[in-house]
């Protein structure tokens, strides 16, 4: 009886298919790991949209909304890593409910936006390491 082969281009779909339920399981446990997620799929999936509305309505960008406090301390260092760091402002607004003073004229400002909640931050103690970030 001839054996049944799998044909070489399903193989990597079943890979694929594996290492994503892994990664999804893995982020369920670890905060860290559900935040990246979020981020990469919000940023894969929004990259070319210019309506922040829409950035901000996308359903990886409410999940770390709904991460609530424990998405903080990684949403404050995407502030310095990102390369929009106004992105995660409604989000944080949403989170703390603070919202952060800038001088006249510094609003479209990316550096001082950052700046801004980094201080605010600062002032209200929200610095604390969190204990599954470095797990991943």
Not at 73 to 100: H, Y
Request: glycine fraction near 8%.
């Amino acid at each position: 009886m001839a054996r049944k082969t799998t044909p070489r281009s399903a193989a990597p779909k079943d890979v694929e298919t594996v290492l994503a339920r892994a990664i999804e399981e893995d982020a369920a446990k670890n905060p860290c790991a559900r935040f990246r997620l979020l981020v990469s799929q919000w940023e894969r999936e929004t990259g070319g949209c210019s309506n922040p509305h829409k950035r901000v309505a996308h359903r990886a960008y409410r999940g770390i909304v709904a991460m609530g406090w424990a998405a903080v301390p990684f949403l404050l260092d995407e502030l310095t890593a990102s390369e929009d760091p106004d992105a995660w402002g409604p989000a944080l607004r949403e989170i703390t409910g603070e919202c952060i003073s800038l001088a006249p004229g510094e609003s479209g400002r990316l550096d001082r936006v950052a700046a801004a909640w980094l201080a605010l931050a600062r002032t209200r103690g929200w610095f604390v390491a969190h204990p599954l970030a470095g797990s991943m």
